[in-house]
């Protein structure tokens, strides 16, 4: 099991950057592919990237290509969310995620998720 805490969220002007942080405890966090989903208020979850463990293949959401990279730390059991370009539709809370592929990710729901950090953009 891993428990999955994010951070680095807060509030920007459009255009802006932000990276969101996300620390797995424990020492299994190389054992999976990691993601990072959003909701927006009355929307539902949606998937925005996601990297692999071993080849840290990368996927994204057609949204965010382009403006959004993820990347990952294995040493330091942390996977980032570097967002550019920001927009005032990127505005949602963001969870981390964890399970067994980050294709799958793009379809299925994984198995573990952290609690979610705000990210809101100001026009």
């Known amino acids: 099991q891993v428990q999955l805490v994010e951070s680095g969220g807060g509030l920007v002007q459009a255009g802006g950057s932000l990276r969101l942080s996300c620390t797995a405890s424990?020492?299994?966090?190389?054992?999976?592919?990691m993601g990072w989903f959003r909701q927006a208020p009355g929307k539902e979850r949606e998937f925005v990237a996601a990297?692999?463990?071993?080849?840290?293949?990368?996927y994204y959401a057609d949204s965010v290509k382009g403006r959004f990279t993820i990347s990952r730390d294995n040493a330091k059991n942390t996977v980032y969310l570097q967002m550019n370009s920001l927009e005032p539709e990127d505005s949602a809370i963001y969870y981390c995620?964890?399970?067994?592929?980050?294709?799958?990710?793009?379809?299925?729901?994984?198995?573990?998720w952290g609690q979610g950090t705000q990210v809101t953009v100001s026009s």
């Open positions: 424990g020492r299994t966090f190389s054992r999976y592919d």
């Open positions: 990297v692999s463990r071993i080849y840290r293949t990368t």
């Open positions: 995620a964890a399970d067994g592929s980050a294709g799958s990710m793009r379809y299925l729901e994984p198995g573990y």
